[in-house]
């Protein structure tokens, strides 16, 4: 079991090694994005290149939404749904992507299933976001267990483990 791992890593050094020096040679490609689908957010200029995370995301009074960070040491901030505009932003394949969701009405209940699917057929985009509600926290609910997978247009899967919190924001009190 051992051996067979460490093949696996060898071989998954070995292409990237090759990929990174194919990518070193070829000429830039200069084709404009693919316009949006329906279902997708649309993003002035195409993807938006970021240092590896998304940038922190706004909630306003009254709205509920998901945050998923990675599980590693720098905790990059991947994945953000706003559940009650209906919009989620996603950092995947080294760019941050939107995409429109239905609006989601009512709250989550601990031990229930957590997962979304994110496709664009057309930006070669599909990714799988799954998880169990956790236990309530003073400020929401965790998402454990949670888990983003990204299908590469090359067939391989990257599989990234995260944190996740599920938050809703308190209205502002009228006087």
Known sequence: ???RASLI???GLGMLALTACGATTGSVSRLAPPPPVNNVRPVEGGAEPTAGALPPQSLADGECATFFWTVDEAHRFLVFENETEGFARIFASGAAHGFYVPPREGGYVSGDAYQRTYVDTD???D???TGVIGDPLETGLRIDRAVMRVEQPNGQRVVIPL???YRCRARA???
């Open 123 to 125: 930006r070669q985009l």
């Open 127 to 129: 990714i799988r976001l």
């Open 1 to 3: 079991m051992v051996r």
């Open 163 to 165: 944190l996740g919190h």
């Open 173 to 175: 009190a009228t006087p």
């Open 9 to 11: 890593i060898a071989a």
